[in-house]
């Protein structure tokens, strides 16, 4: 009887994780999972997926010996895979810092080529790169190049160094514990004794509140947006602050500017912000902290569910918490990437509610989300097309000729031009 109770619930998490999965690039099988390794060994036996497998090993201390093991044990379970990242010149290997988005580019190149069905590629014993920041930083930037068909696995003993809130925003990641599907509190920080209570915005310019009243004394912004980038991961490490800040400085040099950053960072808030603990840095769980990106993750989250009785509400949750881009008018390389994840969830969002008011014949509502979604990423065409069918239903047509003038002439700036299908759409409308 016990062994059927174990079954049947493998059998249910293992329908979750299907379900879940469905549409992301990366799942991560939580730490807190009770059978992760029972679920593991399920999905690679599975007739019905189409799989690859990859353990980590104690010699996967940086990202050449891990990419060296995967083309290794990978060409074993695909005959060609590997066939470009083994062709690359050894100067690529000899400086992998220098040459490290080709590495990316190539590797995913062969993970492309595994299958043109839905596959998934477990990194199984993931914890074993803890201290490794280069593979954190690789498998971050192989999620963004993967083909939609493809989902990597991650179990692990410990939380993996990503930046699962915007990973998720964009709806790449999901986050399973066991059945559960993870939508608050990814880091799993506790903070019930916590003396400090902040409210922390960072869908705009970026501010914080203590007590109700901004915080004004930074010494600049590097305090402030050392903050935000302890907010973005459960832990850090000192290199990946050094090199998310000051790469062009030399390690002795970074060190010492963190240093007086974090110090200053200390003095704002006349608090110890970060602590230091195992090697990590971590925002003082003695801080309470409300952070408007969880919350607006947390809403596109129950938006996306079929099953959440006020998806609606949801989506215009997600909007109204969107004051604006993640660190409006602040420009690091990290702040740049998390900033697309979150405008994509909005983008995700504000077109949700379009349809819902179009499915309730609310053209001019729908219209007027659609603008404002064009206004956050002018680019994306299928936004053009929809508000130039809405201005014909309207019977506005000289208003879509004169939007599709000034797409082409948007397109023309950045060196593009209009699809055939955008073309087609403009064909429609003059006919």
């Known amino acids: 009887m016990q062994q059927f109770g174990l079954s049947s619930s493998i059998n249910t998490i293992y329908e979750s994780f299907l379900y879940h999965s469905r549409q992301a690039r990366i799942v991560l099988l939580h730490p807190n999972s009770r059978y992760r390794s029972v679920l593991v060994a399920k999905i ?82 993931y914890d074993r790169s803890d201290t490794a920041d280069d593979i954190q930083q690789f498998v971050e930037g192989l999620v963004m190049r993967l083909p939609d068909n493809c989902c990597i696995i991650l179990n692990s003993r410990t939380l993996p160094r ?65 903050f935000f980038f302890a907010l973005d991961k459960s832990v850090i490490t000192r290199s990946e602050i050094c090199q998310a800040f000051w790469p062009e400085l030399d390690i002795d040099q970074a060190v010492n500017v963190f240093h007086v950053t974090k110090r200053r960072l200390h003095k704002a808030l006349d608090m110890d912000v970060l602590v230091h603990e195992e090697g990590y840095y971590r925002v003082n769980p003695e801080i309470a902290v409300y952070y408007d990106v969880m919350e607006f993750v947390t809403s596109l989250m129950d938006g996306r569910n079929e099953d959440h009785p006020d998806r609606i509400g949801s989506w215009q949750r997600a909007i109204n918490l969107y004051r604006g881009p993640f660190l409006q008018g602040h420009f690091d390389k990290w702040i740049v990437s998390r900033r697309k994840d979150f405008s994509a969830g909005y983008l995700e969002a504000l077109t949700h509610m379009a349809n819902h008011w179009l499915s309730k014949g609310k053209r001019e509502h729908a219209l007027s989300l659609y603008q404002k979604a064009l206004a956050e990423d002018v680019s994306r065409e299928e936004l053009h097309r929809q508000i130039m069918q809405l201005y014909v239903v309207l019977g506005r047509r000289s208003e879509a000729v004169a939007h599709y003038q000034r797409a082409v002439e948007a397109f023309q700036k950045d060196g593009a031009s209009p699809s055939p299908e955008l073309q087609a759409t403009f064909d429609e409308v003059m006919s």
């Open 44 to 125: 690679v036996h599975s007739p019905d997926l189409n799989t690859f497998y990859y353990a980590l090993g104690p010699d996967d201390l940086n990202v050449q010996s891990f990419l060296a093991g995967m083309a290794h044990d990978l060409a074993n379970q695909h005959p060609t895979f590997g066939r470009h990242i083994n062709m690359l010149p050894q100067e690529a290997w000899d400086d992998t810092d220098e040459h490290f988005e080709l590495l990316l580019d190539t590797f995913a190149r062969d993970v492309s080529e595994l299958s043109d069905q839905r596959f998934y590629l477990i990194l199984d014993e």
């Open 162 to 226: 990503l930046p699962w809130v915007s990973l998720t925003a964009r709806g790449y990641a999901v986050l399973l514990e066991d059945n559960h599907l993870l939508r608050t509190d990814f880091y799993s920080v506790e903070r019930e004794n916590s003396k400090l209570k902040l409210e922390v915005y960072a869908l705009g310019p970026g501010f914080v509140l203590l007590d109700g009243t901004p915080i004004d004394t930074w010494e600049g912004h590097l305090p402030r947006l050392l």
